[in-house]
């Protein structure tokens, strides 16, 4: 099984500052997937394909990276992107998710 | 508009069964495979499995921490999902979602306690 690592587990950002989230495999994966989850909410899929936009996601977010290493990144924070983001991998049988990210706006 | 929504959670005692659904709308239902997820309260997801499309011959796979106890199926005249749970632990108790394939559409989950 791959086991995804995620950093920092917590932080937190102003308004406008760059945000970045880490994602570490444990082998090799093709592609990174990652997901936004609001308290109460379903996790939303932003970022597919390690760095495509999904549908109606806002272009601050991006994705990029290779191999074990990916990242998350949002350009200018706002409030609304308050959440827990996810990473996720379906490179190997079982599909697996980080630990998971929680963002909070200073 | 996609929709997807399960039902058929609730409280259910250690050893026990249930069956979760998820009516599915919105799309063609026999192009998608259809996924289980599950995630504990404060916790991460956990991918259970999924079910392939018509073209892939609506196959399962299932990931192996419960491969043998859940059992995915489709009723493609209805659009709907299922997820049979047997042998219920109290490790199962966790919000339960379907999603589309590629993972673009969730529902917004349904509850299964597992207490006596």
């Known amino acids: 099984e791959i086991v995804l690592t995620q950093s920092p587990t917590t932080t937190a950002a102003s308004p406008g500052e760059k945000v970045t989230i880490t994602c570490l495999a444990s082998?090799?994966?093709?592609?990174m997937y990652w997901y936004q989850q609001k308290s109460g909410a379903s996790p939303k899929l932003l970022i597919y394909s390690t760095s495509s936009l999904a549908s109606g996601v806002p272009d601050r977010f991006s994705g990029s990276g290779s191999g074990t290493s990916y990242s998350l990144t949002i350009n200018t924070m706002e409030a609304e992107d308050a959440a827990t983001y996810y990473c996720?991998?379906?490179?190997?049988?079982?599909?697996?998710f980080g630990s998971g990210t929680k963002l909070e706006i200073k | 508009e996609v929709k997807l929504l399960e039902s058929g959670g609730g409280l259910v005692q250690p050893g026990g069964s249930m069956r979760l659904s998820c009516a599915a709308s919105?799309?063609?239902?026999?192009?998608?495979?259809m996924y289980w997820i599950r995630q504990p309260a404060g916790k991460a997801p956990e991918w259970l499995g999924f079910?392939?499309?018509?073209?892939?011959?609506?196959?399962?796979e299932y990931n192996p921490s419960v491969k043998g106890r859940f059992t995915i199926s489709r009723d493609n005249t209805q659009n709907m999902l299922y997820l049979q749970m047997n042998t219920l632990r109290a490790e199962d108790t966790a919000t339960y979602y379907c999603a589309r394939g590629y993972f673009d559409y969730w529902g917004q989950g349904v509850m299964v306690t597992v207490s006596s």
């Open positions: 082998s090799s994966v093709s592609n």
């Open positions: 919105g799309f063609t239902f026999t192009d998608f495979y």
């Open positions: 079910i392939r499309n018509k073209a892939n011959g609506y196959t399962t």
């Open positions: 996720q991998q379906w490179s190997s049988n079982p599909l697996t």
